[in-house]
Protein backbone atom coordinates (compact mmCIF):
# COMPACT_ATOMS: atom_id res chain seq x y z
CA UNK A 1 0.00 0.00 0.00
CA UNK A 2 1.61 3.43 -0.92
CA UNK A 3 1.86 6.57 0.99
CA UNK A 4 0.41 9.75 0.48
CA UNK A 5 3.67 11.41 1.26
CA UNK A 6 5.84 9.62 -1.11
CA UNK A 7 9.42 11.61 -1.67
CA UNK A 8 12.26 11.00 -4.25
CA UNK A 9 15.76 11.31 -2.98
CA UNK A 10 16.11 15.06 -3.41
CA UNK A 11 13.11 15.71 -1.54
CA UNK A 12 13.87 13.30 1.16
CA UNK A 13 17.16 15.58 1.66
CA UNK A 14 15.72 18.93 1.23
CA UNK A 15 13.03 17.55 4.01
CA UNK A 16 15.87 16.21 6.61
CA UNK A 17 17.53 19.73 5.97
CA UNK A 18 14.47 22.07 6.26
CA UNK A 19 11.38 20.31 7.23
CA UNK A 20 13.22 19.02 10.48
CA UNK A 21 13.69 22.91 10.92
CA UNK A 22 9.60 22.57 12.51
CA UNK A 23 9.25 18.87 13.06
CA UNK A 24 12.05 17.95 15.01
CA UNK A 25 10.26 20.21 17.84
CA UNK A 26 7.22 18.02 17.99
CA UNK A 27 9.49 15.17 17.21
CA UNK A 28 11.01 15.54 20.80
CA UNK A 29 8.02 16.21 22.39
CA UNK A 30 6.43 13.20 21.41
CA UNK A 31 9.46 10.84 22.15
CA UNK A 32 10.09 12.56 25.29
CA UNK A 33 6.56 12.48 26.27
CA UNK A 34 5.82 8.71 25.62
CA UNK A 35 7.24 7.09 28.64
CA UNK A 36 10.12 5.27 27.24
CA UNK A 37 12.38 3.94 29.46
CA UNK A 38 15.40 1.54 29.40
CA UNK A 39 15.17 -1.70 27.79
CA UNK A 40 11.59 -0.99 25.85
CA UNK A 41 11.26 -1.95 21.93
CA UNK A 42 9.98 1.20 20.35
CA UNK A 43 8.67 1.31 16.81
CA UNK A 44 8.63 4.60 14.76
CA UNK A 45 6.08 3.86 12.65
CA UNK A 46 5.91 6.00 9.53
CA UNK A 47 9.76 7.02 10.58
CA UNK A 48 10.71 9.16 7.35
CA UNK A 49 14.27 10.25 7.84
CA UNK A 50 14.40 9.28 11.31
CA UNK A 51 13.69 11.97 13.42
CA UNK A 52 11.44 10.51 16.34
CA UNK A 53 13.77 7.32 16.38
CA UNK A 54 16.86 9.42 16.91
CA UNK A 55 15.11 10.78 20.18
CA UNK A 56 13.71 7.29 21.43
CA UNK A 57 17.89 5.75 21.15
CA UNK A 58 18.78 7.64 24.21
CA UNK A 59 15.47 6.71 25.76
CA UNK A 60 15.69 2.88 25.39
CA UNK A 61 19.36 2.29 26.27
CA UNK A 62 21.36 0.37 27.28
CA UNK A 63 19.49 -2.83 25.96
CA UNK A 64 16.50 -1.44 24.53
CA UNK A 65 15.44 -1.15 20.42
CA UNK A 66 14.45 1.14 18.20
CA UNK A 67 12.88 0.28 14.54
CA UNK A 68 11.69 2.59 12.08
CA UNK A 69 9.24 1.69 9.38
CA UNK A 70 8.09 3.55 6.36
CA UNK A 71 6.98 2.36 2.82
CA UNK A 72 9.14 5.26 1.31
CA UNK A 73 12.59 4.14 0.21
CA UNK A 74 14.15 7.75 -0.63
CA UNK A 75 13.60 8.75 3.71
CA UNK A 76 14.78 5.73 4.57
CA UNK A 77 18.07 5.80 2.43
CA UNK A 78 18.26 9.63 4.13
CA UNK A 79 17.72 7.95 7.70
CA UNK A 80 19.60 5.08 7.24
CA UNK A 81 22.50 8.39 6.18
CA UNK A 82 22.16 9.89 9.59
CA UNK A 83 21.26 7.16 12.38
CA UNK A 84 23.76 4.16 10.97
CA UNK A 85 23.19 1.48 13.40
CA UNK A 86 21.57 2.98 16.17
CA UNK A 87 17.93 2.12 14.48
CA UNK A 88 17.04 -0.68 13.01
CA UNK A 89 15.35 0.53 9.46
CA UNK A 90 12.65 -1.44 7.93
CA UNK A 91 10.75 -0.84 4.59
CA UNK A 92 7.21 -2.30 4.77
CA UNK A 93 3.38 -0.55 4.63
CA UNK A 94 1.72 0.45 7.31
CA UNK A 95 -0.94 -1.77 7.23
CA UNK A 96 0.99 -4.99 6.75
CA UNK A 97 3.97 -4.40 9.19
CA UNK A 98 6.74 -7.85 9.46
CA UNK A 99 6.61 -8.10 12.85
CA UNK A 100 5.52 -10.46 15.41
CA UNK A 101 2.40 -10.05 17.25
CA UNK A 102 2.97 -8.23 20.92
CA UNK A 103 6.73 -6.99 19.40
CA UNK A 104 6.91 -3.82 20.79
CA UNK A 105 6.08 -1.59 23.91
CA UNK A 106 5.48 1.33 22.19
CA UNK A 107 4.14 2.81 18.70
CA UNK A 108 5.40 6.47 17.75
CA UNK A 109 3.82 7.88 14.50
CA UNK A 110 4.43 11.33 14.20
CA UNK A 111 2.35 12.89 11.47
CA UNK A 112 1.75 9.51 9.49
CA UNK A 113 -2.24 8.86 9.75
CA UNK A 114 -3.38 11.21 7.66
CA UNK A 115 -1.40 10.02 4.76
CA UNK A 116 -2.11 6.57 5.55
CA UNK A 117 -4.76 4.94 2.08
CA UNK A 118 -5.94 2.97 5.27
CA UNK A 119 -5.73 4.44 8.18
CA UNK A 120 -7.39 2.20 10.16
CA UNK A 121 -5.43 -0.71 9.32
CA UNK A 122 -2.72 0.85 10.12
CA UNK A 123 -4.22 1.78 13.91
CA UNK A 124 -5.55 -2.34 13.84
CA UNK A 125 -1.63 -3.18 12.91
CA UNK A 126 -0.36 -1.02 15.51
CA UNK A 127 -2.34 -2.51 18.11
CA UNK A 128 -1.57 -5.80 16.72
CA UNK A 129 2.65 -5.49 17.25
CA UNK A 130 2.03 -3.69 20.73
CA UNK A 131 2.57 -6.15 23.58
CA UNK A 132 -0.06 -5.90 26.74
CA UNK A 133 0.33 -2.82 28.35
CA UNK A 134 1.42 -0.83 25.16
CA UNK A 135 0.81 2.59 23.93
CA UNK A 136 0.47 4.22 20.74
CA UNK A 137 1.14 8.02 20.46
CA UNK A 138 0.23 9.49 17.29
CA UNK A 139 -0.03 12.94 15.91
CA UNK A 140 -1.80 14.60 13.58
CA UNK A 141 -1.41 18.52 12.47
CA UNK A 142 -4.20 20.19 14.03
CA UNK A 143 -7.03 21.07 12.27
CA UNK A 144 -7.54 24.04 9.94
CA UNK A 145 -6.74 27.58 11.87
CA UNK A 146 -3.81 26.38 14.11
CA UNK A 147 -0.81 25.94 12.15
CA UNK A 148 -0.58 29.50 10.39
CA UNK A 149 2.28 28.10 8.42
CA UNK A 150 1.06 25.03 7.00
CA UNK A 151 -2.29 26.36 6.45
CA UNK A 152 -1.00 29.24 4.33
CA UNK A 153 1.40 26.84 2.32
CA UNK A 154 -1.16 24.37 1.76
CA UNK A 155 -3.68 27.19 0.60
CA UNK A 156 -1.11 28.67 -1.93
CA UNK A 157 -0.40 25.56 -3.31
CA UNK A 158 -3.67 24.64 -4.07
CA UNK A 159 -4.19 28.15 -5.67
CA UNK A 160 -1.00 27.63 -7.52
CA UNK A 161 -2.19 24.41 -9.07
CA UNK A 162 -5.62 23.16 -8.70
CA UNK A 163 -4.96 20.11 -9.04
CA UNK A 164 -3.26 19.43 -5.71
CA UNK A 165 -6.09 20.13 -3.41
CA UNK A 166 -6.92 16.94 -2.36
CA UNK A 167 -3.06 16.06 -1.79
CA UNK A 168 -2.55 19.08 0.45
CA UNK A 169 -6.17 18.82 1.92
CA UNK A 170 -4.77 15.68 3.51
CA UNK A 171 -2.20 17.23 5.45
CA UNK A 172 -4.61 18.98 7.84
CA UNK A 173 -7.79 16.66 7.72
CA UNK A 174 -10.74 18.33 9.39
CA UNK A 175 -11.74 17.55 13.05
CA UNK A 176 -8.27 15.85 13.33
CA UNK A 177 -8.77 15.25 17.02
CA UNK A 178 -11.72 13.28 16.17
CA UNK A 179 -10.38 11.00 13.77
CA UNK A 180 -7.27 10.16 16.02
CA UNK A 181 -10.03 9.13 18.66
CA UNK A 182 -11.96 7.16 16.33
CA UNK A 183 -9.21 5.05 15.05
CA UNK A 184 -7.82 4.33 18.25
CA UNK A 185 -11.28 3.67 19.62
CA UNK A 186 -12.27 1.49 16.64
CA UNK A 187 -9.08 -0.76 16.97
CA UNK A 188 -9.31 -2.01 20.53
CA UNK A 189 -7.49 0.84 22.44
CA UNK A 190 -8.52 1.63 25.95
CA UNK A 191 -7.50 4.99 27.86
CA UNK A 192 -7.61 7.18 24.92
CA UNK A 193 -6.26 11.05 25.52
CA UNK A 194 -6.09 13.90 23.32
CA UNK A 195 -4.04 17.04 24.27
CA UNK A 196 -2.92 19.37 21.52
CA UNK A 197 0.61 19.80 21.41
CA UNK A 198 2.16 23.27 20.40
CA UNK A 199 5.52 24.38 19.77
CA UNK A 200 7.20 27.63 18.39
CA UNK A 201 9.99 27.64 15.72
CA UNK A 202 12.02 30.68 14.52
CA UNK A 203 13.10 31.15 11.06
CA UNK A 204 16.08 33.47 10.17
CA UNK A 205 16.02 34.09 6.59
CA UNK A 206 12.03 33.17 5.32
CA UNK A 207 12.18 33.03 1.95
CA UNK A 208 15.14 31.04 1.26
CA UNK A 209 13.65 28.78 3.69
CA UNK A 210 9.79 28.50 2.54
CA UNK A 211 11.55 27.65 -0.71
CA UNK A 212 13.73 25.05 0.64
CA UNK A 213 11.07 23.53 2.69
CA UNK A 214 8.47 22.94 0.28
CA UNK A 215 10.86 21.14 -1.76
CA UNK A 216 11.18 18.94 0.60
CA UNK A 217 7.57 17.95 -0.10
CA UNK A 218 5.48 15.97 -2.49
CA UNK A 219 4.25 19.13 -3.97
CA UNK A 220 7.80 20.09 -5.00
CA UNK A 221 7.07 19.60 -8.86
CA UNK A 222 4.49 22.25 -8.77
CA UNK A 223 7.33 24.59 -7.18
CA UNK A 224 10.10 23.39 -10.23
CA UNK A 225 7.38 24.65 -12.67
CA UNK A 226 7.71 28.39 -11.63
CA UNK A 227 9.77 31.16 -13.25
CA UNK A 228 12.08 32.79 -10.76
CA UNK A 229 9.35 35.74 -10.63
CA UNK A 230 6.76 33.82 -9.67
CA UNK A 231 8.72 31.83 -7.29
CA UNK A 232 9.81 35.74 -5.59
CA UNK A 233 5.73 36.28 -5.54
CA UNK A 234 4.63 33.14 -3.80
CA UNK A 235 7.46 33.70 -0.61
CA UNK A 236 5.98 37.97 -0.88
CA UNK A 237 2.19 35.70 -0.43
CA UNK A 238 3.66 33.38 1.86
CA UNK A 239 5.19 36.15 3.93
CA UNK A 240 1.89 38.75 4.03
CA UNK A 241 0.14 35.20 5.47
CA UNK A 242 2.20 34.94 8.28
CA UNK A 243 3.35 39.03 8.75
CA UNK A 244 1.87 39.00 12.05
CA UNK A 245 4.98 36.44 13.55
CA UNK A 246 7.54 38.67 12.68
CA UNK A 247 10.12 38.92 15.17
CA UNK A 248 11.65 41.99 16.31
CA UNK A 249 14.87 41.24 14.45
CA UNK A 250 13.52 40.62 11.24
CA UNK A 251 13.15 36.95 11.37
CA UNK A 252 9.98 34.69 12.39
CA UNK A 253 8.64 32.49 14.98
CA UNK A 254 5.72 30.67 14.02
CA UNK A 255 3.54 28.02 15.99
CA UNK A 256 3.50 24.80 15.44
CA UNK A 257 0.56 22.60 17.01
CA UNK A 258 -0.67 18.82 16.27
CA UNK A 259 -3.39 16.91 18.04
CA UNK A 260 -1.60 14.24 20.02
CA UNK A 261 -3.29 11.04 20.52
CA UNK A 262 -2.30 8.57 23.34
CA UNK A 263 -3.80 5.17 24.03
CA UNK A 264 -2.98 1.81 25.51
CA UNK A 265 -3.75 -1.68 24.15
Known amino acids: MSSGFQLARRQAEAYESFTRAFMEGSARLLAHGASIRPGDVVLDLACGTGLVARHAVPLVAPDGRVVGADINVAMLEVARAGLGDAVELVEASCDALPFEDESFTHVICQQGMQFFPEPLAAMSEAMRVLGPGGVIV??????????????????????????????????????????????????GFDDIDITLLEHWVDIADFGPWFLAQTAGTPWAPALDRLTD???????????????????????????FRSYRLEAHR
Open 138 to 187: ATIWATLGHNPYIDGQLELLAALEPSLLQSVQRATPPNADELLRALASSS
Open 229 to 255: AARDDLVSAMETKIEQYVAPDGGHCVP
